[in-house]
T-cell receptor, first 108, second 113 residues
């Protein structure tokens, strides 16, 4: 069975500071990992997926198979980054397992 | 273009009643997903359709939950004999195929009194 753990429920940083949202997973195979974001009063949307290796809104995430982690990072946080972030794993086509999310607050 | 839409946005019902939740996916998307999100938790997978058929229904919690997608577009999630524990936000998503980016709807907030 697959599992996704986001150890921090809440994370608060100051504008301009680096931010790292942690995600650990358990799965015996080769999963596909995602980060989703939900801004206030908006619907859940994809932020990035590891196979695309893109940097979206300055965020990057590296899949570390040895540590089974997929931490989300941004070198300089902005106030508009304040949102709920979910890490997700897709082991089989169509079925995704989500973590319980981290609420990021970027203070001015 | 139009995104995924869900109706109703809110549904309040009494314990034991039957409810139907509707999802209109993005036109042309063959894959459709239902999730349930309880307060303070992430979305929990319920079922995945590829076309008209349920490709994976392993997340349905019990036989009170059923979903259909008869024409490969609109889907309905049906819950019989609702219980207070069914109260949650029910999310629908669609994607071009089962491996593409999922686009989420706004959700239906179900409250069972």
């Amino acid at each position: 069975a697959q599992r996704v753990t986001q150890p921090e429920k809440l994370l608060s940083v100051f504008k301009g500071a680096p931010v790292e949202l942690k995600c650990n997973y358990s799965y015996s195979g080769s999963p596909e990992l995602f980060w989703y974001v939900q801004y206030s009063r908006q619907r859940l949307q994809l932020l990035l997926r590891h196979i695309s290796r893109e940097s979206i809104k300055g965020f990057t995430a590296d899949l570390n198979k040895g540590e089974t982690s997929f931490h989300l990072k941004k070198p300089f946080a902005q106030e508009e980054d304040s949102a709920m972030y979910y890490c997700a794993l897709m082991a089989n086509a169509g079925k995704s397992t989500f973590g319980d999310g981290t609420t990021l607050t970027v203070k001015p | 273009g139009a995104g995924v839409s869900q109706t109703p946005s809110n549904k309040v019902t009494e314990k034991g009643k039957y409810v139907e939740l509707r999802c209109d996916p993005i036109s042309g998307h063959t894959a459709l997903y239902w999730y349930r999100q309880s307060l303070g938790q992430g979305p929990e997978f319920l079922i995945y359709f590829q076309g008209t058929g349920a490709a994976d229904d392993s997340g349905l919690p019990n036989d009170r939950f059923f979903a259909v997608r008869p024409e490969g577009s609109v889907s309905t999630l049906k819950i019989q004999r609702t219980e207070r524990g069914d109260s949650a936000v029910y999310l629908c998503a669609s994607s071009l195929t089962g491996e593409d980016t999922q686009y989420f709807g706004p959700g239906t907030r179900l409250t069972v009194l």
